[in-house]
């Protein structure tokens, strides 16, 4: 596999498990400098193990609130301390929530945008102050931004909201020379899928053939990260086994 990543920095949020983790692990075979950030700083410690095993010649664990934009800027600080650039940053931390609509709170709608939407946005800012020409965001969508279920109406416009974001990004990145795109996964095996009670309840029914693991997602995020997708910009691309042509 040739190193597309070699001598550049990439930066995952919630970078502990698995979409994230897969994505880190991916990247450093690929001889990446990794900054893994999450609220886990046990599980961090074992993801740093991981992604060196993996092959990064160097990586940096940081515990990070991605919806606190103080807490964003510093660990880009620290990143910028470590490595001196950064080169990729992969929008992945996610938070999910079950309820009828008309239970949720304003709280919950706010705890939950600002994981999901805002905190891409925060990194998204410090990628245009410190990212040079050649550098490239990949937002973590989900099928929900375009197509949902019941009882996750915040996830889902938070996903829609970031499909926005990353056009807006594309369009005022192009001249910055900064790359923006995102993935839309389907049912990935993770545990947010399985603590899913619409899935555990048998309402939200996975077909076992368009069940994907996270490698499958870390994949595809890979080469939009990547210069081989140097002329992609703006897009939004299905990770789902074909599961949105299905709902």
């Known amino acids: 596999m040739p190193a597309r990543f070699e001598g550049k920095v990439a930066l995952v949020t919630g970078a502990a498990g698995g979409i994230g983790l897969a994505t880190a692990t991916r990247l450093a075979s690929e001889d990446a400098r990794l900054v893994l950030l999450d609220l886990d ?14 092959g990064a010649p160097d990586a940096l664990d940081v515990v990070c609130d991605v919806s606190n934009e103080a807490q964003v800027a510093a660990c880009v ?12 940053v992969v929008n992945n931390a996610g938070l999910m929530s079950f309820k009828p609509l008309e239970q949720f709170t304003g709280d919950d709608w706010l705890r939950i ?13 410090q990628a245009f102050l410190h990212m040079k020409d050649g550098g490239a ?8 931004a375009v197509r949902t279920t019941p009882n996750v109406a915040p996830y889902a416009a938070a996903k829609a909201a970031l499909l926005s974001l990353t056009r807006s990004t594309a369009i005022e990145g192009r001249d910055r020379g900064i790359r923006c795109n995102a993935v839309l996964p389907g049912a990935v095996e993770t545990k947010m899928l399985r603590d899913n009670p619409e899935v555990k309840a048998g309402v939200e029914h996975i077909d076992p053939k368009e069940l994907l693991q996270p490698a499958d997602v870390a994949a595809s995020i ?26």
């Open 41 to 54: 700083a046990r599980a961090l410690v074992a993801a740093r193990e991981a992604v060196l095993k993996a």
């Open 137 to 144: 965001i990949v937002n973590v969508a989900s099928v929900h």
């Open 113 to 125: 945008l600002g994981v999901d939407l805002l905190g891409a946005f925060f990194f998204t800012k």
């Open 222 to 247: 890979a080469w939009l990260a990547s210069d081989d997708a140097c002329n992609v910009q703006g897009a939004a691309l299905a990770v789902d086994g074909g599961r949105l042509s299905e709902l």
């Open 77 to 88: 600080q620290q990143a910028l301390g470590r490595f001196g650039r950064l080169d990729v």
